[in-house]
């Protein structure tokens, strides 16, 4: 599924519109992206720290634990625990300041150009934030992939797994509260 080659939406859509739909995708594209860390974390603090034998008990008190930190605690969280790329490093540390950008200043900072209805440079900075914060993601997934292949969660292992929760999910409805 691509969600993002919709052109900014529709052009007929109010310029506001627009510009709050681009803001929810990059800001969904963030929450990938502390998915992933958090994720990574499982297999590089937890899986360690238990030997791969956890409970659910305490995979889920780890992993709400992590949901606690802010972006920029998790990215150090994250480097204690591997060395990580220098690029993927800088990355994010970027990821953090326009994370915060995006979730304290955006708005604000965008008044006047939403109140004069000048919205097309915003929803391109928006669309760059997107693209950054995935292209982040996958850049962390890339770095975890031969940890993940060493503990035998392989593509395999991970896809099985999707069609399993699907299947859960088509039969029993979501979970998620």
């Known amino acids: 599924m691509n969600m993002t080659d919709d052109g900014y939406g529709d052009k007929d859509d ?3 519109k627009r510009l709050c739909a681009r803001y ?4 969904y594209f963030v929450q990938v992206l502390e998915h992933g860390i958090v994720n990574a974390l499982v297999w590089l603090d937890l899986y360690k720290k238990t ?3 956890w409970t659910p008990e305490e995979h889920d008190r780890y992993y709400d634990s992590r949901f606690a930190e802010t972006l ?5 969280r ?17 990821a953090n300041k326009r994370r915060r ?3 304290h200043h955006f708005f604000r900072e965008s008044a006047d150009a939403v109140a ?3 919205v097309e440079p915003l929803i391109k900075q928006l669309e760059d934030d997107r693209s950054f914060f995935q292209e982040t993601d996958a850049l962390l997934q890339e770095f975890m992939e031969p940890l993940l292949q060493r503990v035998g969660f392989t593509e395999e292992v991970r896809e099985q797994a999707m069609r399993s929760y699907r299947e859960e999910i ?3 409805g979501s979970q998620i509260k």
């Open 14 to 16: 109010p310029p506001f």
């Open 24 to 27: 929810g995708l990059a800001m």
């Open 51 to 53: 030997s791969g034998r």
């Open 72 to 76: 920029k605690e998790l990215s150090n």
């Open 78 to 94: 994250l480097a204690k625990h591997s060395s990580i790329p220098s690029n993927l490093q800088d990355r994010l540390v970027e």
């Open 101 to 103: 950008v995006l979730a």
């Open 116 to 118: 004069l209805d000048q």
């Open 170 to 172: 088509s039969k029993h």
